[in-house]
T-cell receptor
Framework: EPEVTQTPSHQVTQMGQEVILRCVPI?????FYWYRQILGQKVEFLVS????????KSEIFDDQFSVERPDGSNFTLKIRSTKLEDSAMYFC???????????FGPGTRLTVL | AQKVTQAQTEISVVEKEDVTLDCVYE???????LFWYKQPPSGELVFLIR??????QNEISGRYSWNFQKSTSSFNFTITASQVVDSAVYFC????????????FGQGTTLQVKP
């Protein structure tokens, strides 16, 4: 069964450092998303990506964040200068269309020290 | 504004009990989609069900069943004969009305099933 994969599973970084979180979507999916879950809290939308561009972003997704599909398969989330409050689980999700269910990757736990 | 409310923060039951997780949503859209996801202790989000607003028929899948009632804006989830493996955080979500399909999640309900 196709699945979304994410790497790394856990990333520890120092405040101010750049991190890149990677996701490999399900191959025939066209809609890509990043969500964030601070420990013990609900899942929050960060950004959606369709047709090689951002289709929507939340207030959380400020200038420190960026997304891209560098090679047509990987979907990456970059945080340019990490802050302590960026510590969270980051989930990639993909969907065949905007109406279909989204399948989530296993998440990357980001710890900013 | 669109919103999902899961008023039950934590529920604890003993194995084999039935348990219902509540979900109330707010939306002005006439067409919308609702979802349930399970987050076991390992942390991943597992898709359980998607429901279209035009389909009010209740759904049953094994020990799981869902009761969708537009009149009360609720989409409740019942686990029959609960098992220890059902212990997890369960999230109800609403597809946003924008074309992007982003999901708006409730706060989640932590279900603990004791042996």
């Amino acid at each position: 069964e196709p699945e979304v994969t994410q790497t790394p599973s856990h990333q520890v970084t120092q405040m101010g450092q750049e991190v890149i979180l990677r996701c490999v979507p399900i191959s025939n999916h066209l809609y890509f998303y990043w969500y964030r879950q601070i420990l013990g809290q609900k899942v929050e939308f960060l950004v959606s990506f369709y047709n090689n561009e951002i289709s929507e972003k939340s207030e959380i997704f400020d200038d420190q964040f960026s997304v891209e599909r560098p090679d047509g398969s990987n979907f990456t989330l970059k945080i340019r200068s990490t802050k302590l409050e960026d510590s969270a689980m980051y989930f990639c999700a993909t969907g065949a269309s905007g109406d279909n269910e989204q399948f989530f990757g296993p998440g990357t736990r980001l710890t900013v020290l | 504004a669109q919103k999902v409310t899961q008023a039950q923060t934590e529920i604890s039951v003993v194995e084999k009990e039935d348990v219902t997780l509540d979900c109330v949503y707010e939306t002005r859209d006439t067409t919308y989609y609702l979802f349930w996801y399970k987050q076991p202790p390992s942390g991943e989000l597992v898709f359980l069900i998607r429901r279209n607003s035009f389909d009010e028929q209740n759904e049953i899948s094994g020990r799981y069943s869902w009761n969708f009632q537009k009149s009360t804006s609720s989409f409740n989830f019942t686990i029959t004969a609960s098992q220890v493996v059902d212990s997890a955080v369960y999230f109800c979500a609403l597809r946003d009305s924008s074309n992007t399909g982003k999901l708006i999640f409730g706060q989640g309900t932590t279900l603990q099933v004791k042996p």
